[in-house]
């Protein structure tokens, strides 16, 4: 998945207004207008959790008008994935391939056979975004799976979607373990504590090696510091 997460988390507990590209000081207006970008992608985060598909298309829409063009691929991509969810298939594919895509995973998981091209391009966007970030954000892909099995069944493709659809759901549970083990964490925040959490949901669902990607990140995460919580931070981790 495009946005995760700890880079909300990151953001919030940096060095205000400043550009990890150019170091340079960020403007006034850029600076609220990343602010307002931010937090219509976290409502619509949650709203997608929720199954609100409608109000999370609204949220990300409504983000877009805070970015300029270069930055809002994220933000296609979600409309795309929440469109795919109400069944408005045309503006799925097109919100998806207007995002640009991910980079092209090394071991490519080439889409199936789609008679439609332009669902056949989405969906292999969804896979490549879903390869990208699973060794490092496996939880943070359920969004990608269930539009993938919302394409597949409007493809006629029952079983793949089927098997989507129990990845989004196990990875949705992962997803919500490490966000309650973020938040319950009494002012001490841990990413592993986090990781070991969303480790534990795959364990149960017999998935053994996103497990250990996850067990391997836990035994490296250093413990977040301990300052002050910002809004941003209080915002981000309010189970999304």
């Not at 997460?5 to 006034?28: D, F, G, Q, R």
């Not at 980079?103 to 998981?109: D, F, G, H, S, W």
């Not at 056979?113 to 954000?137: C, F, G, S, W």
């Not at 966000?179 to 592993?192: C, E, I, M, T, Y």
Request: hydrophobic share 45%.
């Amino acid at each position: 998945m495009k946005a995760v997460l700890l880079a909300a988390i990151l953001v919030a507990i940096a060095a205000p207004c400043v550009m990890a590209s150019t170091c340079e000081p960020l403007s006034k207006e850029r600076h609220e207008n990343e602010k307002k970008y931010r937090a219509r992608m976290v409502t619509g985060d949650r709203a997608f959790r929720e199954g609100k598909y409608e109000k999370a298309r609204g949220e990300y829409r409504a983000a877009v008008a805070y970015q300029d063009q270069e930055s809002v691929a994220d933000a296609y991509l979600r409309i795309g994935e929440a469109a795919a969810m109400i069944g408005n298939f045309d503006k799925a594919y097109s919100c998806i391939i207007e995002s640009g895509g991910a980079k092209i995973p090394a071991k490519r998981v080439s889409a199936p056979d789609i008679a439609d091209a332009k669902a056949r391009e989405a969906a292999q966007i969804l896979l490549d975004t879903i390869q990208v970030n699973t060794p490092r954000y496996p939880y943070g892909t359920f969004p990608e799976y269930l539009a993938l099995a919302a394409i597949f069944r409007q493809s006629g493709l029952v079983r793949q979607a089927q098997t989507a659809e129990e990845e989004g759901r196990i990875n949705r549970q992962a997803a919500d373990a490490w966000d309650a083990a973020l938040v319950q964490s009494d002012g001490r925040a841990s990413l592993a504590a986090a990781d070991r959490a969303a480790m534990e949901v795959y364990e149960r669902a017999h998935r053994p090696e996103t497990a250990e990607i996850l067990r391997a990140q836990a035994a490296l995460e250093p413990p977040l510091p301990r300052r002050k919580r910002s809004f941003w931070y209080l915002l981000v981790t309010a189970n999304l």
